[in-house]
């Protein structure tokens, strides 16, 4: 007979109650005598803090996160937000399939993080209280050319990114920075527009 019990634990915000069952496996004869055997196992599920979507029931006190500041008065004021950016290029928008440029997109996003992932703004980022609320912008230029004026800019300016270079045509598609508050990054993509599609 085999025996599995689950421990009490939460879920997404939820408590799971402990549950039993047992099963009989009496239908695969034993070769060599009578065989029992009891298995023992604790299910765990890791501990996540509530996303977006929660089970706990609204506060009317005002709402606090990582990024949050209480100031003095009481009042509650948002910090500054660790945000990535992603500039896309319009004219392989309008000649390549969507998910092609999305995946470009998603390749210049991971390659930045994996590049700077020891970086403390990067970890913060990519940490637990953090990992559901990731802030992203996409925006677009016009062609590679531009593509490159924006990578020597940041370059000149300190701010860590990668860009794309897809293989093996060697086309450089887009770019990514490492995350950063965004009172230091938003400045260097002023002028640049929201990515739309055509």
């Given amino acids: 007979m085999l025996t599995f019990s689950l ?3 939460m ?6 109650r402990p549950v039993s069952f047992s099963s009989s496996i009496s239908h695969f004869p034993p070769k060599h005598g009578k065989v029992q055997s009891r298995v023992l196992e604790s ?3 890791p501990i996540r803090s509530p996303s977006r ?4 029931p609204m506060s009317t006190e005002p709402a606090t996160d990582s990024n949050a500041v209480v100031s003095s008065d009481g009042k509650v004021e948002k910090s500054d937000i660790l945000m990535q950016y992603v500039v896309l290029r ?5 000649k390549w399939p969507l998910g092609s440029i999305v995946t470009q997109g998603c390749h210049a996003s991971v390659s930045a993080i994996w590049a700077y992932k020891d970086d403390p703004l990067t970890l913060e980022y990519c940490g637990p209280e953090n990992i559901d ?11 590679e050319s531009q593509l490159e004026n924006l990578a020597e800019k940041l370059g000149a300016g300190g701010i860590a990114h990668k860009i794309w270079i897809e293989q093996p045509e060697n086309i450089p598609t887009c770019l990514a920075t490492k995350p950063y508050p965004k009172s230091i990054v938003s400045p260097f993509f002023r002028k640049l527009k929201l990515c739309k599609s055509s």
């Fill in 7 to 9: 421990r009490r634990t």
């Fill in 11 to 16: 879920v997404a915000g939820f408590s799971l």
């Fill in 43 to 45: 299910l765990s599920f």
């Fill in 53 to 56: 979507l929660s089970s706990k």
């Fill in 90 to 94: 319009r004219d392989l928008i309008e």
């Fill in 133 to 143: 609320s990731m802030h992203k912008v996409t925006l677009e230029v016009k062609g």
